[in-house]
């Protein structure tokens, strides 16, 4: 819960004040008294700013658990983490990342050398051991890499005294404790236990009576992205996990869920964007290259099909040069109106319950929102246009009108197709279940440039040139 309020509360930056302190000349445990009114994210920020020397002294200081409390908000931070963890010995560290949740070392062991984690975990107690390992069997987007190893576990049978005594037994290793689960006497999950209400029952009532049985679950191999939405809708402080034979290993807290949405969403917009994954800013250049090839060698070839549809027109453009002018903006407009309809659309494709029906409802709202903005943008382009074509380029009414007619009966077209194109590619990639984000922008963008320069350019040859004889 500290970690949650200290990434969204404004507070003063004291990172500065303490590394005043630990630069003191004053005793060990005089500094350690003074750490102890910080928050051990604030400690966590100015760790950053010591030299090697003066860290090292504060290892030895804050002592294993308090460094352990302190590393964990280091995950934020990757590019300090591995050089942090170098400056401990092995067996150091290795009892550093004991004393941290099993979710959280996993963060740090994420970000040293495969050489230095595996030496790490081999030097880490059996029971810590587990738990690290348990959590790196699951795929990085399955619920299982996401998930605590630190929760309250108690059995149905219990009378409320001893659910009490057990609660205070296990707490003094486990500080997940507003939410206690429950297993029958088979070791399968059977419920949870507001931890509030256990406080207030009294010992003659039954345990059985304040166990909410219908509590919600997830299975440790279900993928993320498929159940973040219900997560969400439960808005509770943590939720158990179970394998597949019902029995809880883990929880994932509120603080794993706002990772895992922030992680979606930033995957989301990297793919959005054409890319393979999130940027880093650390990366180096070839990381980042490699993030963003694939996709522009695709628009490449597609962006040369573009091309080589504006060379099957290049005798329309040799009839009518002035029409080359507004391309831009028939292909602008419709690339945008694409781009919004895929943002809208990927966005309600993330409710796994919306029907056929409502997917069908929301395919004609939209091609009737593109067709309402078509006609509005388009009608101002024919009147603006044609103005701006007699009295800039001098040509007579008629012609001027002609072409901005054109334009505007382009742009309305374009619109309302690259609407239907935007929501109906993220709608099939989701059908042949591949993630609708890789529908992205850019790809969007393209397709809607070959439809729109197809639209542009046809309706030119065919109605200015064809029935309107129109040419110059």
């Known amino acids: 819960m500290n970690k949650i309020l200290s990434n969204v509360v404004m507070h003063k930056d004291y990172s500065k004040d303490i590394v005043r302190v630990l630069r003191s000349s004053k005793s ?23 030299d090697k020397d003066t860290r090292i002294r504060l290892y030895k200081i804050l002592g294993v658990d308090w460094t352990a409390e302190i590393f964990s908000y280091l995950e934020d931070t990757p590019e300090y983490i591995e050089e942090f963890m170098t400056e401990l010995s092995v067996d150091e560290a290795a009892d550093v990342l004991e004393k941290m949740d099993a979710d959280d070392a996993v963060d740090i062991l994420d970000n040293v050398s495969e050489e230095e984690r595996q030496a790490l975990i081999s030097h880490m107690e059996k029971d810590a051991k587990d738990d690290v390992c348990l959590i790196y069997s699951y795929d990085d987007d399955e619920i299982g890499s996401k998930m605590t190893t630190n929760f309250i576990c108690i059995n149905n049978k219990l009378t409320i005294k001893e659910a009490m005594k057990e609660l205070v037994a296990q707490a003094e290793e486990n500080d997940n404790v507003n939410t206690i689960y429950v297993v029958d006497d088979n070791n399968i999950y059977y ?20 166990i909410s049985t219908s509590y919600p679950y997830v299975y440790a ?22 394998n597949k034979d019902k029995e809880i290993i883990g929880a994932i807290t509120s603080s794993d869920i706002i990772e895992a949405v922030d992680e ?23 990381a980042s290259m490699k993030k963003r ?63 056929a029906k409502q997917k069908l409802e929301f395919v004609l709202k939209e091609m009737r929102i593109g067709f309402a903005n078509g006609l509005l943008l388009g009608s101002m382009a024919f009147i603006l246009l044609g ?22 009966v382009s742009l309305l077209l374009a619109m309302l197709i690259s609407s239907l194109i935007g ?47 129109i040419t110059g």
């Not at 103005?387 to 505007?408: M, N, Q, R, W």
């Open 293 to 355: 090839l694939p996709w522009l060698i695709l628009l490449l070839f597609l962006g040369m099909g573009v091309s080589s549809v504006v060379g099957i027109f290049e005798n329309v453009v040799s009839q009518l040069a002035i029409i080359v002018c507004f391309q831009s903006l028939i292909l602008d407009m419709a690339g945008n109106v694409g781009t919004q309809s895929l943002a809208v659309t990927i966005r309600v494709l993330m409710d796994e319950d919306i029907s």
């Open 191 to 210: 419920g949870a236990i507001d931890l509030k209400d256990l406080i207030v029952a009294r010992d003659y009532q039954k345990l059985e009576d304040i």
């Open 264 to 286: 979606e969403m930033s995957d989301d917009y990297a793919k959005l964007a054409g890319l393979t994954e999130e940027n880093d800013l650390t990366e180096g250049l070839f």
């Open 423 to 469: 929501v109906l590619t993220p709608m099939f990639f989701h059908k042949i279940k591949i993630d609708p984000a890789v529908a992205s922008g850019p790809l969007i963008t393209t397709i809607n440039d070959l439809v729109a320069v197809v639209t542009y350019y046809g309706l030119a040859a065919v109605v200015l040139i064809g029935m309107l004889h």
């Open 221 to 242: 191999h279900e993928k993320m992205s498929e159940c973040i939405e219900d997560l969400k809708d439960y808005s509770e402080d943590s939720i158990p996990v179970l």
């Open 28 to 50: 060990d445990e005089l500094i350690r008294r003074k750490l102890s009114k910080y928050h051990e994210n604030d400690i966590a920020d100015a760790i950053k700013l010591l």
């Open 387 to 408: 103005i701006y074509i007699t009295l800039v380029k001098g040509k007579p009414v008629h012609y001027a009108f002609a072409i901005s007619g054109c334009v505007g």
